[in-house]
């Protein structure tokens, strides 16, 4: 596994980790479905991202495949019950 930062060339498959990351969870702001953001949209928040003095991405890649973000484990109780937390913040 490395870790890296994102590249606008990143846009598609970052996009198709985020919706299966919705999928999969019960704990994030977003329901399948309600992300609309195309590939474009996704490039250009990227390369705003970038952009910036103090932020980035870092995805964690295996295989030429984006496989995951920074994770703090057990970091919430939701019903009673320790869960992971997936971070996407900003880097100061």
């Keep these: 596994m490395r870790m890296r930062e994102i590249t606008e060339e990143d846009a598609q498959a970052y996009l198709a980790f985020n919706r299966a990351l919705v999928k999969e969870s019960d704990y994030l702001l977003l329901e399948p479905g309600e ?16 952009s910036m003095d103090r932020a980035t991405i870092i995805v964690a890649e295996q295989a030429d495949h984006i496989i995951g973000q920074g994770t703090k484990k057990h970091s919430l109780v939701v019903n009673g019950a320790y869960v992971d937390e997936y971070v996407m913040a ?3």
């Design 35 to 50: 992300q609309t953001m195309n590939i474009e949209e996704q490039k250009r928040r990227i390369n705003k991202m970038l």
């Design 90 to 92: 900003k880097l100061v």
